[in-house]
């Protein structure tokens, strides 16, 4: 078998036996799940849990404080911040912000790779903030989670490919592995985060281009249009589908017409949600 054929059927076999080495959530974003869980936690208790970290605490001061969620006074503190953002949104932005320092490496092939995906997820993650903001009733908070860890899967592929040399010197076969076995892992690592399952079908669901659940839009659909809005101009083989065929558009009421999804206030969102994120 060739190199490409044997990683895969290595990684395959250590989903199927349970071997996989999946990766953790950061410290923070534990801390701050553990403390939301609890139906009695107030905005001070939880600023309390967040100040451990201080980065984490100014990052939602500045989100607090971008144009898409500003009010009429400064935030300049982090229980101002978590009054203003609600609780939910604060554990859900947490959660994908931590997971920045989980996009790193030492090899520089790596390393390139992680920091791309993770530009990459912010991009997604802030089209799907304003889709949602303006569509149907998925949550915003909820949406931009979704689109941050939609290529989580990718970790522990890169991590294995790290200790491959042979993988790293043909850049090609490295992207295929990803794209074969990213989603199914990703939803494996989402399930052992205890994320909800409307959260955890997303690695999966995003890249099914004929996939329709029926009913209600979900965060999947929400994820599939985000990421093709990213290729738009692109020369890229998601660019070249045919939209009108892809049940996700109609599902969320989001129209193929790429002159209606792409004018100046859309774009103009778009950017400040990828401030608020970078």
Request: with cysteine; charged share 25%; net charge negative.
């Amino acid at each position: 078998m060739s190199l490409e054929d044997d990683f895969f059927h290595e990684m395959l076999d250590a989903v199927k036996n349970d071997r996989l080495t999946l990766p953790t959530l950061p410290e923070v974003a534990l801390r701050i799940r553990d403390a939301v869980n609890n139906p009695m936690v107030s905005a001070g208790a939880l600023a309390d849990v967040i100040s451990s970290d201080a980065a984490m605490a100014a990052r939602l001061v500045k989100v607090s404080n971008s144009p898409l969620l500003r009010g009429r006074i400064v935030v300049d503190n982090l229980k101002m911040a978590i009054t203003r953002l609600g609780i939910t949104f604060v554990r859900n932005l947490a959660t994908g912000l931590a997971m920045e320092q989980m996009f790193q490496a030492t090899s520089e092939v790596i390393d390139k790779k992680l920091r791309r995906s993770w530009e990459h997820s912010i991009e997604v993650g802030s089209i799907c903030h304003v889709f949602a903001a303006h569509y149907g009733s998925l949550k915003p908070d909820q949406a931009t989670l979704a689109g941050l860890t939609h290529e989580i899967g990718l970790l522990p592929i890169l991590a294995l490919a790290e200790e491959t040399p042979e993988l790293l010197e043909d850049e090609d076969v490295l992207d295929r592995l990803i794209s074969r076995l990213h989603p199914k892992i990703g939803g494996i690592i989402l399930r052992a985060w205890d994320f909800p399952e409307e959260l955890a079908i997303v690695p999966e669901a995003y890249l099914d281009f004929t996939r329709n659940s029926g009913g209600q839009p979900d965060y999947g659909d929400l994820v599939t249009v985000s990421n093709l809005q990213t290729y738009i101009g692109k020369d890229h083989p998601l660019a070249r589908l045919d939209w009108s065929t892809i049940p996700a558009f109609e599902k969320l009421g989001i129209s193929t017409d790429l002159d209606e999804n792409v004018g100046e206030e859309f774009q103009e969102q778009v950017a400040d949600a990828i401030q608020m994120l970078s």
